[in-house]
């Protein structure tokens, strides 16, 4: 991987006449191998261009590290050219006037036509465009290995949430571990977006979730998705404790267990490790939640640089959202396209499933924002769900003391 980098980085100086016209600094978040590959889709792109690509990785899905580096840079008056950032965040910081003008490109190339409105909610502020969405995420998926799915005599994926129970019970009982997990807050909130879906539908999902009614947090619909989080727990190892996500879907890949619940991004790990969909491994809707789509987007915020920057700055907004990268990226990320006129040709079952899942979501209005990804609410109000998802996951409460945290954590 260092020699390729090094490679594509020497051929960038030799464009531009043994130096670098010009350099995009860039905050992510992407340090897995399939995530890592996907951003060398954009990394190469721009070094055509002659635009060096400075990389600030910070480890840790979710965001969270990235954001505590980012508020140090921004108050040394010395932020990075684009940040990876998810929902709620961008607006955060838009409303502190840290993000740059992208309006005369997304005018010049036509954004407001292609990118769903459910996406430029977060991608514009005031009806200015501050960011650029590479891809649109997905977080109600189950992957499977399908040879530990055979040896345990689960013969299909599970439509409904008891199938998926007795799934579970069969993966367990034939020896291997039946759900991978990974410790950590996000994760278990993941699942709950996906849980919850199930367990309520849709309507459902909004009034608890995104507009924090709290009939709906204090219902017995969310006390039995918390019932349901408990099933859950009985299916995961007792080495689980902060094992990072793609630690979780590699014990999938090596068939050492059954299931994950995870978003999309997980595809790219199973694609970097050479596995083919249908064939190695199985990706399916989280039972109970077929036609909906609980939604995430990465999207690259600019922020406020100096004139010198600016070009550059507007060249890496504009290679995100050439059509041409937007499919080879999404292709090996695991996610599908932020813009609706990227055909699937590239794609394979499991991108094709998820560009069709989101057009028909966004058709009939069951395209929701994920809590779990910043895209549901607030990131105060989502902490305070985070704590309480992950206390009753770990035992620490049962599902009525959770049903009223819960309410008490939305005010």
Request: with cysteine; hydrophobic share 45%.
């Amino acid at each position: 991987m260092k020699r390729h980098v090094i490679a594509a980085a020497a051929a960038g100086l030799l464009a531009t006449g043994g130096a670098w016209a010009q350099s995009v600094e860039v905050l992510h978040w992407w340090t897995s191998g399939g995530e890592a590959a996907a951003l060398g889709v954009l990394k190469k792109d721009l070094e055509k261009q002659g635009v060096a690509w400075k990389d600030m990785p910070v480890a840790g899905g979710g965001g969270e590290a990235a954001m505590t580096s980012l508020r140090a840079r921004v108050t040394a008056k010395n932020p990075p050219t684009a940040v990876q950032m998810l929902g709620f965040d961008i607006q955060d910081w838009a409303k502190q006037g840290a993000l740059g003008d992208l309006n005369a490109l997304a005018a010049k190339e036509g954004w407001d036509k292609t990118v769903p409105a459910a996406l430029q909610a977060f991608s514009k502020h005031n009806g200015k465009w501050i960011a650029a969405p590479v891809n649109v995420h997905s977080t109600n998926w189950v992957w499977a290995n399908r040879e530990v799915l055979a040896k345990a005599g689960v013969n299909a994926a599970p439509a409904n949430w008891d199938a998926f129970v007795d799934a579970l019970d069969k993966v367990q009982k034939a020896g291997f571990v039946a759900l991978a997990h990974g410790g950590q807050a996000w994760q278990e909130a993941t699942i709950f977006d996906g849980v919850v879906l199930a367990t309520g539908g849709v309507d459902f999902y909004r009034k608890a979730l995104v507009n924090k009614d709290k009939a709906s947090l204090g219902s017995d619909t969310m006390k039995r998705a918390f019932d349901r989080m408990a099933q859950l727990r009985k299916y995961v190892d007792k080495d689980f404790s902060n094992r990072d996500w793609n630690l979780a879907s590699a014990m999938v890949i090596q068939g050492k267990a059954g299931f994950q619940i995870m978003g999309d991004w997980a595809k790219g790990e199973f694609i970097n490790a050479k596995k083919a969909p249908g064939k190695d491994f199985l990706c399916f809707r989280v039972p109970g939640t077929q036609g909906m789509v609980s939604f995430n987007s990465d999207q690259f915020a600019m922020f406020n640089v100096g004139a010198a920057a600016q070009d550059a700055q507007i060249k890496l907004a504009s290679a995100i959202m050439n059509p041409s990268f937007q499919s080879a990226f999404n292709v090996v990320k695991g996610s599908v396209p932020a813009r609706t006129d990227v055909p699937d040709r590239a794609f394979d079952d499991c991108g094709k499933k998820g560009m069709k899942d989101l057009a028909e979501a966004n058709t009939k209005g069951t395209l929701v924002g994920s809590m779990a990804h910043g895209h549901a609410v607030p990131a105060s109000v989502k902490n305070a769900f985070y704590d309480v998802i992950t206390q009753h996951f770990n035992g620490k409460m049962d599902s009525a003391a959770a049903v009223k945290a819960m309410v008490q954590a939305a005010e």
